[in-house]
Each structure stands twice: as structure tokens, then as C-alpha cells.
T-cell receptor, first 112, second 114 residues
Framework: QKEVEQDPGPLSVPEGAIVSLNCTYS??????FMWYRQYSRKGPELLMY????GNKEDGRFTAQVDKSSKYISLFIRDSQPSDSATYLC????????????FGTGTRLLVSP | ETGVTQSPTHLIKTRGQQVTLRCSSQ?????VSWYQQALGQGPQFIFQ???????GRGNFPPRFSGLQFPNYSSELNVNALELDDSALYLC?????????????FGPGTRLTVL
């Protein structure tokens, strides 16, 4: 079993839709949670960074962490064709060094 | 743009050869991590350098090695290349401090092993 599970998609939505992307994890030591966006043949771009349980909002993006369920989500409001990319969740625990553990990524397609 | 640069962009090698990939960290960052991303997968942690010392390693064999220089640029060396080493290699820079774990990635080097 992988430490971080993420549906690979693809997830296809029309422009303007609300998108929900999710990851589950098994390691209760994870405390810091991140979402990265990766366009084709590019490096991952940090979108959201949260600590422990709770919500964080930044523009059209909202990140949620539920540590009791080992479940994290990223919501994208008013989705745009430019949001079409692969979204990677990543998390880190108390390893003494900064090892990010990633999900496989969910490919999102937003059609005009 | 993150300010993290990598070279070369693409590289083709044959099995058994050796390769060196380079990374220039974001200004002010003292930590660099290297990741391997196979097609359709998330990045896998290779190792991390802090102040020129390796301070963490993932499940990669010793033929994967690295260096970090005083100016915080770094190298990833892979010896005895295998076909499965074909992947996108990403470096990520960060500033090591308590409670700060944000890592900023470069564009990657795509390595093809034939």
C-alpha cells in the first residue's frame, strides 16, 4: 500500500465548475500538507501549504486537511481552461529532513 | 518562476554510462533536494543536502550520488545507468528552518536511457 493515494483521473469539467481533488494517506506522522500544480513537461509549482488540520483559502483555491480521517482536499472555484494540469498532493512528517511524499497526481481537464 | 534552474533540459544516454545533472538553487536557500519522477507518477525523493552535507536519503541505490557547493548549487550523479533510470529529475530548493517545509522546484531534466 502506498503512503499517499490519489486518483490519477483524468477529471474532466466544464469551465466555471467547482473542482474537488483529494488524497488519502496512511502515515499519521504527516503534519505538513501541500498541493502542487504541474503543467506538461514542467516542474511542480507550489499552490497551497497547510499545517495540521483545518482550511486555508487563497483566491480561487481552498485546501482542507482532516487529520482524523487522513484525508486532504483541494477545491478550485470558477475553474478555467488554464487550470488544466496535473495536481499533486504532497506531505511531510517529522523525519528530521525535508522529504516530501507525493501522490501520483490527478490530471484535470477544464473545457471552454 | 521559482528561481531554481536546472541543466541540461534533455539528455539521452545509453545503458551503463554515467550522467551528471546540475541545479542552481533559489537565492537565500540553503537546502536542496532531488526527486525522480517517472512518467505518470509523482516525484520520488532521492536525497537532500543541507550546507553541503547529505542529511537524508530515499530508497535509491548508492550509484545515485550528489554534491552541494558553497554557493548552494548542486549536482546529481548517476553511475551505471539502467533503462529504468529514464525519468524527469527534479531539484527543489528550500530554506531550512523550524516549521518551514516549502520546497520550490526547478523545471527538471528529462533523462532518456537507451
Amino acid at each position: 500500500q502506498k503512503e499517499v493515494e490519489q486518483d490519477p483521473g483524468p477529471l474532466s469539467v466544464p469551465e466555471g465548475a467547482i473542482v474537488s481533488l483529494n488524497c488519502t494517506y496512511s502515515n499519521s506522522a504527516f503534519q505538513y500538507f501541500m498541493w502542487y500544480r504541474q503543467y506538461s513537461r514542467k516542474g511542480p509549482e507550489l499552490l497551497m501549504y497547510t499545517y495540521s488540520s483545518g482550511n486555508k483559502e487563497d483566491g480561487r483555491f481552498t485546501a482542507q486537511v482532516d487529520k482524523s480521517s487522513k484525508y486532504i482536499s483541494l477545491f478550485i472555484r470558477d475553474s478555467q481552461p488554464s487550470d488544466s494540469a496535473t495536481y499533486l498532493c504532497a506531505m511531510i512528517g517529522n523525519t528530521g529532513f525535508q522529504k516530501l511524499v507525493f501522490g501520483t497526481g490527478t490530471r484535470l481537464l477544464v473545457s471552454p | 518562476e521559482t528561481g531554481v534552474t536546472q541543466s541540461p533540459t534533455h539528455l539521452i544516454k545509453t545503458r551503463g554510462q554515467q550522467v551528471t545533472l546540475r541545479c542552481s538553487s533559489q537565492s537565500g536557500h540553503n537546502t536542496v533536494s532531488w526527486y525522480q519522477q517517472a512518467l505518470g507518477q509523482g516525484p520520488q525523493f532521492i536525497f537532500q543536502y543541507y550546507r553541503e552535507e547529505e542529511n537524508g536519503r530515499g530508497n535509491f541505490p548508492p550509484r545515485f550520488s550528489g554534491l552541494q557547493f558553497p554557493n548552494y548549487s548542486s549536482e546529481l550523479n548517476v553511475n551505471a545507468l539502467e533503462l529504468d533510470d529514464s525519468a524527469l529529475y527534479l531539484c527543489a530548493s528550500s530554506f531550512w528552518t523550524s516549521g518551514s517545509y516549502e520546497q520550490f522546484f526547478g523545471p527538471g531534466t528529462r533523462l532518456t536511457v537507451l
